[in-house]
């Protein structure tokens, strides 16, 4: 598994990852990178470990850099890997 922590070393500024646009998720307690595939799309996402993904749930959208509610029962969700 993935955390922000391991994300934070190996990003770049302007990429998605940048740790100074995830700050605001982290501080709040969304520390868990997973990726959520739906299929024709998927969502790189930080959540709340622990964060149940059989329900509606909130997430930071780390590619569109905003907090989103995402229905889990659409997708296949898998923690990231690190780099």
Same mark, same amino acid.
């Given at each position: 598994?993935?955390?922000?922590?391991?994300? %934070?070393?190996?990003?770049?500024?302007?990429?998605?990852?940048?740790?100074?646009?995830?700050?605001?998720?982290?501080? &709040?307690?969304?520390?868990?990178?997973?990726?959520?595939?739906?299929?024709?799309?998927?969502?790189?996402?930080?959540?709340?470990?622990?964060?149940?993904?059989?329900?509606?749930?909130?997430?930071?959208? %780390?590619?569109e850099q905003e907090f989103? %509610?995402?229905?889990?029962?659409?997708?296949?969700?898998? &923690?990231?890997?690190?780099?």
């Open positions: 598994m993935c955390c922000i922590a391991d994300i %934070r070393a190996s990003s770049s500024p302007g990429t998605v990852g940048n740790s100074m646009s995830d700050n605001v998720a982290v501080l &709040a307690g969304f520390t868990q990178e997973v990726i959520a595939d739906g299929g024709e799309y998927s969502l790189a996402l930080l959540v709340k470990p622990g964060t149940d993904f059989d329900t509606r749930f909130k997430a930071w959208d %780390r590619d989103i %509610r995402v229905n889990g029962w659409l997708f296949t969700i898998e &923690a990231a890997e690190c780099p």
